[in-house]
């Protein structure tokens, strides 16, 4: 058999042509015929993957190899675990050639494929997980990450896999705050945060997240120009964490508070510079507090009109 990978590709593409008429189908099995279609374009896929003869390595023919035969799989076996699997290894060079829209799409259909029709969601949410990494950190499609994490973190939850849910939940409100289109979105993310801590607290587990936690809470509570509640999650959290009670990040959600009652800006800056000092601000607390810091110098030209 030829080597030529359009050779094969051309096979492949009679081998899954539908079977018709009453005698092809004595002398011959479409099943049987669909199986080889899947052969050959993988084969292909495999040449082309690898470099061979006049044939150029090239990524994206093989992800389109492995497509192909992923949709032979789909919708003339109703293998949908094996078109799955070519869906992701379509997804894998997709994205190893840089083209990140194809693996995406190539992506959704894999997962489809675990979630509609094999209900397998567990296996599912490791690459739900995946896909909002690339929507977040090739595409800066940040809304849309958001939203794929979430649904990640339920199908992790629904099998009890509480520290892969609990990532999930994260990275879903840490972008849902950054990306806050409207206050709604911003009591979304401290909801969230707030079951992180529940959660943690009741299985006794990452305990040292639950400090940054409630700093993030109180950070978006005065985004929200809500000091009061920032002063009830401050208080909630000395009584929950009374070991920690004097750390750094509620020495700073105290500062912060009273810099924000005060309206006091260069307080403020003073404060947030002897932190950094010890303690690094990082991108997510940088972002919203320069939100906050722009909320209240709203305020100060209020006051003078």
């Given at each position: ?49 690898l470099g061979s003869g006049s044939s150029k390595q090239d990524y994206s023919k093989a992800a389109f190899c492995y497509i192909q035969a992923a949709d032979v799989c789909l919708d003339l076996l109703q293998n ?75 199908w992790y939850l629904q099998d009890n896999a509480l520290q892969l849910s609990n990532k999930c939940y994260l990275k879903y409100a840490d972008l849902l705050s950054l990306q806050s289109k409207g206050n709604q ?25 639950l400090k940054d936690y409630y700093l993030k809470i109180g950070l978006l509570q005065l985004l929200l120009t809500d000091n009061v509640a920032a002063e009830r999650t401050l208080n909630e959290a000395k009584q ?66």
């Open positions: 058999m030829s080597t030529s990978p359009e050779k094969l590709i051309q096979q492949a593409q009679e081998k899954s042509k539908p079977v018709t008429g009453f005698f092809w189908k004595i002398i011959s099995s479409p099943e049987d015929q669909y199986e080889e279609a899947i052969d050959l374009y993988i084969q292909a896929a495999k040449i082309y993957r949908f675990n094996e078109a799955a699997v070519n869906f992701i290894e379509g997804y894998k060079l997709y994205k190893m050639d840089q083209e990140f829209s194809s693996a995406i799409e190539a992506l959704k259909k894999g997962i489809e494929c675990f979630t509609v029709k094999m209900g397998q969601f567990r296996r599912a949410a490791n690459y739900q997980f995946e896909l909002g990494e690339v929507l977040e950190l090739q595409l800066q499609d940040y809304k849309e990450a958001a939203k794929v994490y979430k649904m990640a973190g339920d979105d911003l009591f979304d993310a401290i909801k969230t945060y707030q079951t992180l801590i529940e959660n943690n607290l009741a299985k006794n587990t990452n305990t040292w997240s929950k964490l009374s070991d920690d009670k004097d750390c750094k990040e509620f020495q700073l959600l105290a500062k912060l508070i009273e810099c924000y009652q005060e309206q006091d800006l260069d307080l403020m800056s003073q404060t947030l510079m002897q932190f950094d000092k010890f303690q690094k601000l990082d991108n997510w607390k940088t972002t919203i507090l320069l939100k906050i810091k722009e909320s209240m110098i709203g305020n100060d030209e209020d006051d003078l009109l």
